[in-house]
């Protein structure tokens, strides 16, 4: 069997040949000097040849045998590879280094993610994110792929492997043109749509189950993408219903109205495998997430 070689017995090994002396050495290890020449004789066992010639005059510096000339270049090797090793297991153990990936519905990636990611990594440069932003679908499908470590939905199937948990609410709201008759409108119920020109998107299957279900049949054009339906809508092609989110800042042309009859909320939340332990990075993500929305829910309770 081979033997196994202690760390701290190779530093002392290093120290004693470049500090020229087992006092020096010692000092620096903050150890005595029998501990040191203790730790160098259980080692000289180990290898079973000695690192150091003899010399009777206690004042003389210590000189390697061939043999230990020939060791210090793999005691070296060994230790810069151990302290590189703990050095990057602690950054990544402090979430300061490794690959994030995640997920997000659009919504939340373009209005809220850019702010918590700049916080969470702040100046931890060896940190790497991939962030892909897609439908809840998607989201879900490269969860159970494992393409990405946890996502973001609004959706999730109650008897998958998945595990939600919900961090904000959203309200669904009706947008149209600042010029559009409805623009002024308070709020807005789905009565009042009647007879519109209807733009479905991806979110308006929130409407399902609803007593506004029949705006998403009644919908003369479908688009999935959000730069398309944005055009559309400043064009002035008809209005469409999206949750508060999702409604992209800088467009001064459209306006949103909370649709109040019926209140259509939606949840969203961190969706991720059940029972697998996620990376270190992602969790340390995760539980960030979850402060942050604790924080700001004291804040309005309190407010």
């Not at 033997?3 to 040949?17: G, S, Y």
């Not at 008759?181 to 009647?194: E, I, K, M, S, V």
């Not at 959000?226 to 219903?241: N, P, R």
């Amino acid at each position: 069997m081979l033997p196994e070689l202690k760390i701290a017995q190779l530093r002392h090994f290093v120290w004693v040949a470049e500090l020229q002396g087992f006092h020096a050495a010692a000092e620096k290890a903050h150890r005595t000097q029998p501990a040191i020449s203790l730790s160098i004789r259980d080692l000289e066992g180990k290898l079973g040849q000695p690192l150091f010639e003899k010399r009777n005059a206690r004042a003389a510096r210590p000189e390697l045998t061939p043999f230990g000339a020939q060791f210090m270049v793999y005691a070296r090797e060994l230790i810069a590879h151990h302290d590189r090793v703990v050095n990057d297991m602690s950054l990544i153990a402090q979430h300061k280094s490794g690959h994030l990936r995640i997920a997000s519905v659009p919504s939340i990636a373009s209005r809220l993610l850019p702010d918590i990611l700049a916080r969470f990594i702040g100046e931890a440069t060896d940190l790497h994110v991939s962030l892909f932003d897609d439908s809840s679908e998607a989201v879900l499908a490269m969860v159970e792929s494992q393409q990405v470590d946890f996502g973001i939905a609004s959706l999730w199937e109650a008897d998958s492997d998945i595990l939600f948990t919900p961090i904000w609410k959203d309200s669904l709201g009706v947008v149209c043109r600042d010029d559009h008759r409805l623009a002024d409108q308070a709020q807005l119920g789905w009565r009042q749509l009647r007879g519109e020109r209807l733009i479905a998107n991806g979110t308006s299957r929130l409407l399902a189950g609803s007593e506004a279900e029949e705006l998403v049949s009644d919908s003369q054009f479908y688009l999935s993408n959000m730069i398309s339906l944005l055009a559309m809508l400043e064009a002035g092609m008809g209005i469409t219903t999206l949750p508060h989110f999702a409604f992209p800042t800088g467009h001064d042309r459209l306006r949103f109205i909370p649709l109040s009859d019926p209140v259509v909320k939606r949840d969203i939340g961190i969706v991720c495998l059940a029972n697998r332990s996620l990376p270190v990075a992602a969790q340390a993500l995760f539980d960030f997430i979850l402060r942050e929305a604790e924080v700001n829910t004291a804040g309005g309770e309190n407010g």
